[in-house]
Structure formats: structure tokens, C-alpha cells
């Protein structure tokens, strides 16, 4: 009998304080009617000074273990898709298995926004293999915490928060497929060029103010619309379905324009392209987890639903996910 991975509990976390377009305006030269139609972003949440990444993955992984009913002791491994880890090392992953009192293997995952894929792909290939029975698979990043507050072109973008889903071991498919991919040579369009080994930071470095996000937002804005649409085709062949069995498209938040050009290309109404960017922005590896909680807890999935999982980020790096919904249905939001 062929074993699947599947998704048997999920939880997500958003910090306290909330930025709204509003206050953007009074920090750079921008406006709200800039952002909103640009974007779809209206408001973004920022982690609280003292509260890291791996703060943000707990109250997503208790959230998320809670609604499994997993005990922790049952957890063979964790990773986190991150690409704001508290520290070079330890791992954001190791401090959340301590903070959660956990006692399995626990690592990070580096694909920037892809990262949650990354990471369900490395966890759902330990359990379809037998390596392990029930993984916790988190997407956590404080990335305004790398966000130039002075840069009009990338401050309005991105928020901090958390998702994460239990995995387990299954008779029934779960995670159909995945499709990843990655292309270096695209490295400059996304990056922060200062604090790595390549170029760690110094007074000049932090005077240029090279220790933050750099972005060419229109190449992104391209790469993203090109590869997605095929990654989510490539997903869908390789576990035998075609868009049309599609229920839904999550795709990391980055930009409603992006996300809207993706449904066009894949003959999709936009109904069915989930969205939640208007209140999280762009919340890198977290978005995807993020806006699936969402999308389940206000009573909009049911068992047996297909989803395509859809991420794309700085690398530049890709992936697709066709995941079969097996958790019960939920009653919709009042
Ligand atoms: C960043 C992004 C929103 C910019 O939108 P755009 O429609 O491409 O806008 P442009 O970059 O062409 O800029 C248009 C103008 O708006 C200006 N502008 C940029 N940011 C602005 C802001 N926050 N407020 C007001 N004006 C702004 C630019 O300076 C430019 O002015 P100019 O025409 O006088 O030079 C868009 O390119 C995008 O979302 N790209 C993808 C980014 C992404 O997803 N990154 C993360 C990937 S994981």
C-alpha cells in the first residue's frame, strides 16, 4: 500500500501590532490609494521588539498541534521554512523545539518566499519513505525586521507572522505532488546584499544601508506570473489532475496583481485564487500556511477538496503543491 503524507492539524499566528497604509505615509513618500491599488495590501502586522522568528513558529505550532490533537511527543521532526532565523545558528527550528518542549530533529529551511514548500516537500519525503510517522512543518519570518523603512519601493510590501501544519502518515493522499525549482542566476533581483558570509556587515556596508531587502520589483513581478502557472500545471500532471479539479489556488501573498494574473493564466476565476494580502501583506514563507488557516477556519474547505499550494521567492526559487484536504469541514466565519 502506498503511503501519503497528510495534513491532519493547522494552526497560524499574526502579531499584535498592525501597520496600516496610514502610518506608511508618514514615514515615506507613498499613499494609501498607491498601495491599495498597486498591491491589495492595506494593513501588515510587525513582530514585537524581543519576539524573534522562532516566537512567531510556537504560537503557529501549538496552534496547529492543538487542532491535530498530535501530542508533541509524537513529533519526529520539525522544520521551518525561514529566511529571517532569530540567529545564523542556532536554527529558528532548534529554538522552537526547545520552546515547545519537543525532543525531535529539527532544522530550517532556506528558500526564501518558497520556503514553506521547501519545507512541506523535506517533511512529507520523510514520512512517504517511512524516515518518519508525523512531521510539524512551520513557515515563519520577521521580515520587516530586514525591511529598509526608509525605501518606499519595498517597506509597503512586507509583514511578520507564522504557519504550520502537522503532517502524518497515511493510507490516503494528502500531498498528491510536488513540483520545486530553483534558478540562481537570478539571485540579484531579490536579496539582502550585507550580513552573509560573502559580505558581512560592517559600519560602510550598514551606512550604505546594504542589510536590507533589495528588490527590482518588476523582474519579481515577471518571474513570479512565468513560473507559477506552469509550476502549478507541472504539480497537477504529476498527480494526474488537470485545473479543472482544482477547488483552490493558495498562492504566497505577494501582490492581488500577481495573484490575479496567475488565475488569468490559469483560466481560474480569481474567486478561487485565495487572497488574504489585505490585512497580512507579504509575510514570506509564512504567507502559504497563513492563508490556508485562513481559508479553513472560515468554513471554506471541506474533505476531498484539491488544492494547489503555490510559492515563488528570491533564489529565485519556486514550487508547487497539490495537496487533497482531509481535515473536517469547519462552520464559515459569522
Ligand atoms: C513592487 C511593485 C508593487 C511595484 O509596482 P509597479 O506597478 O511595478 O511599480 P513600478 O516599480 O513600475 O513603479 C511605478 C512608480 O511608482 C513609484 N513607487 C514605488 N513604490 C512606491 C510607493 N510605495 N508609493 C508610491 N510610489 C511608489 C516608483 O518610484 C515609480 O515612479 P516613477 O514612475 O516616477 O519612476 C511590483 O513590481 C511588485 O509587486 N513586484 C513583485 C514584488 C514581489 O512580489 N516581491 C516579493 C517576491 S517574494
Known amino acids: 500500500m502506498t503511503r501519503h503524507a497528510a495534513i491532519v492539524g493547522i494552526g497560524s499566528y499574526l502579531p499584535e501590532r498592525v501597520l496600516t497604509n496610514a502610518d506608511l505615509e508618514q514615514m ?13 495590501i492595506r494593513e501588515r502586522r510587525i513582530a514585537a521588539a524581543g519576539q524573534a522568528t522562532s516566537d512567531l513558529a510556537v504560537e503557529a505550532a501549538r496552534r496547529a498541534l492543538e487542532s ?15 529566511s529571517s532565523p532569530d540567529y545564523i545558528f542556532p536554527s ?20 526564501a518566499c518558497t520556503g514553506f514548500i521547501y519545507a512541506l516537500h523535506a517533511a512529507a519525503a520523510a514520512i512517504e519513505s517511512g524516515r518518519a510517522e508525523r512531521a510539524l512543518v512551520i513557515g ?14 519595498t517597506c509597503v510590501l512586507f509583514g511578520d507572522g507564522a504557519g504550520a501544519v502537522v503532517l502524518a502518515a497515511s493510507e490516503e493522499p494528502g500531498v498528491e505532488s510536488i513540483v520545486l525549482g530553483a534558478d540562481g542566476t537570478g539571485a540579484e533581483m531579490l536579496q539582502i546584499p550585507a550580513g552573509g558570509s560573502a559580505a558581512p556587515a560592517t559600519p560602510e556596508l550598514l551606512a550604505e544601508r546594504q542589510q536590507y531587502i533589495r528588490m527590482n520589483g518588476n523582474e519579481v513581478f515577471k518571474f513570479a506570473v512565468r513560473v507559477i502557472p506552469t509550476a502549478t500545471r507541472e504539480a497537477l500532471a504529476a498527480s494526474g489532475h488537470t485545473v479543472n ?40 514563507a509564512a504567507s502559504i500556511p497563513l492563508a490556508l488557516d485562513d481559508l479553513y477556519t472560515g468554513g471554506r474547505l471541506e474533505p476531498g477538496n484539491l488544492l494547489a499550494l503555490v510559492g515563488f521567492g528570491a533564489g529565485l526559487t519556486w514550487g508547487a503543491a497539490i495537496v487533497r484536504w482531509t481535515l473536517p469541514a469547519l462552520p464559515g466565519r459569522a
Not at 28 to 40: A, C, F, K, L
Not at 68 to 80: E, F, P, Y
Not at 251 to 278: C, D, G, K, W, Y
Open 140 to 153: 515563519a519570518d520577521a521580515l520587516t525586521r530586514h525591511v529598509d523603512f526608509e525605501d518606499r519601493s
Open 92 to 111: 529558528s527550528a532548534a529554538l522552537a523545539q526547545a520552546k515547545l518542549g519537543l525532543a525531535c530533529p529539527a532544522f530550517d529551511v532556506m528558500a
Open 28 to 40: 515615506v513618500d507613498t499613499s494609501d490609494e498607491w498601495i491599495v491599488t498597486r498591491t491589495g
Open 245 to 284: 479539479d482544482l477547488e483552490w489556488v493558495v498562492p504566497h501573498q505577494a501582490n492581488q496583481r500577481i495573484m490575479a494574473t496567475i488565475a488569468q493564466r490559469l483560466h481560474m476565476p480569481e474567486e478561487r485564487v485565495f487572497s488574504n494580502i489585505e490585512t497580512t501583506g507579504n509575510t514570506s
Open 68 to 82: 491535530s490533537g498530535v501530542d508533541g511527543s509524537a513529533i519526529d521532526m520539525l522544520v521551518i521554512g525561514t
